[in-house]
């Protein structure tokens, strides 16, 4: 039992006390000794979503977790579900939707900008006009800072969309450039960068026969290209080291309807002299005779060039053939450098002469001109065991037959009837 004295009144309110009285001016409070010791303590209060406190599994003060009402913006939060805005980032409830809920939303284009409401982008971020970008370049939706070597727009001093010039890097083939060194492959060709060594560098080079062809490498030639062998060209024909088409009329090889090579029938151009035919229309000439091509006029020859009164053109030769036969007299013998050649016999033995009768025989030989007023008289000695030869080679005369006209006289040349 515990006593208070005191002349004033006091009160006590002990709410977890069975009962108490008061004695002649005097409180007396009575405690049931059978309670246990337990039994003293001060109850604690419950845990509840309005105790200022951070409790149960509350994310922020009184709010948050499964138990207790959503945070409002700026709270913490462990989760969306712990915030109003249904947003939850870096432990803080956001506001939703805005420019800095790391949300692409309100027609943003890219997380948190673009659009009409909030900032333009930074470089690499999504974009659909260039208004979304800080550059204001938007490509393949895209922000792009400008000018550089990414944009897509030739500026600068690229000579190609973002290559060549001194900022951007060097250009792949058949991009544009200005100079060499505007090009991977360091080759500049028509302003268009071209590999090397390659079939499209315009250079001769690796093992090509003429440019970017022929060879083991390159595609084949066409036409009129160099080559070193008929593998070099598409037409399978390489003459004189050029590509030549075939079948055709230059390429060496008589085959169409041609009468001779590369020449005749009725493709090809007409044949020249010598050349083989079917009809005078092969011939150049309008003449073919013996299957062969041929001119038998030769107007600067008529009458052998004797009716200028000399000589001119014709190589005069003679000599002494005593003790030689007949059959081992060969013409060359008797001509300037053989072995029976003799000047002086060459030089009056045989001579030019005139319309009529021989200077010599007289009427036993008469009308020694044929056509015209000259004619040429070989050997004209009574007696002597002499031999007389003119002769003369004529260029560009391809008839296959000779015409002449000629005179001999068998003479007795003091030899007896019997030799």
Not at 286 to 297: A, I, L, N, P
Not at 342 to 366: C, E, Q
Request: hydrophobic letters at 25%; glycine letters at 8%.
């Amino acid at each position: 039992m515990i006593v208070f004295s005191s002349t004033s009144l006091i009160l006590l309110v002990f709410c977890l006390f069975p009962y108490f009285v008061v004695v002649n001016g005097r409180i007396t409070i009575t405690i049931d000794s059978s309670s246990s010791e337990e039994g003293h303590k001060p109850r604690q209060k419950e845990p509840c979503c309005t105790d200022r406190m951070k409790n149960q599994d509350e994310s922020d003060i009184d709010c948050g977790g499964l138990n207790c009402p959503k945070c409002r913006d700026m709270k913490k939060c462990t989760s969306p579900n712990d915030c109003l805005s249904n947003v939850c980032i870096n432990s803080t409830c956001i506001p939703s939707p805005s420019c800095r809920d790391q949300i692409r939303n309100q027609g943003e284009t890219d997380i948190d900008c673009g659009g009409r409401i909030c900032h333009q982008c930074q470089d690499m971020k999504t974009c659909n006009a260039s208004c979304d970008c800080l550059s204001d370049v938007c490509i393949n939706n895209t922000c792009i800072p400008s000018p550089s070597c990414l944009d897509q727009i030739q500026n600068q001093d690229e000579t190609d969309i973002d290559c060549g010039g001194r900022t951007c890097p060097k250009c792949p083939d058949m991009k544009k450039c200005t100079y060499p060194q505007d090009c991977l492959s360091d080759i500049c060709i028509n302003n268009i960068c071209i590999p090397s060594p390659s079939c499209w560098d315009q250079i001769q080079n690796q093992d090509e026969t003429d440019i970017d062809c022929g060879g083991s490498i390159c595609l084949k030639c066409h036409d009129t290209q160099h080559c070193n062998i008929r593998s070099d060209c598409l037409s399978g024909v390489c003459i004189n080291n050029e590509c030549i088409p075939s079948p055709s009329c230059q390429d060496q090889i008589m085959n169409q309807d041609e009468t001779d090579v590369d020449c005749g029938g009725t493709i090809c151009p007409k044949c020249g002299n010598g050349k083989a035919c079917n009809t005078s229309v092969d011939c150049l000439s309008d003449q073919c005779r013996v299957k062969f091509c041929q001119t038998c006029s030769l107007v600067s020859f008529d009458n052998g060039d004797f009716e200028s009164g000399t000589t001119s053109g014709w190589t005069i030769g003679g000599g002494i053939r005593t003790s030689v036969s007949s059959s081992e007299i060969l013409p060359e013998y008797l001509l300037p450098g053989g072995k029976l050649f003799n000047s002086t016999i060459a030089l009056s033995h045989s001579s030019i002469v005139t319309n009529g009768s021989d200077p010599i025989l007289g009427n036993l030989m008469p009308g020694i001109v044929e056509g015209g007023q000259y004619s040429f008289r070989v050997e004209d000695l009574v007696k002597g065991g002499y031999a007389s030869v003119i002769s003369r080679q004529v260029n560009n005369y391809y008839c296959l037959d000779i015409y002449f006209s000629w005179l001999a006289v068998l003479q007795n040349g003091n030899h007896s009837s019997n030799q």
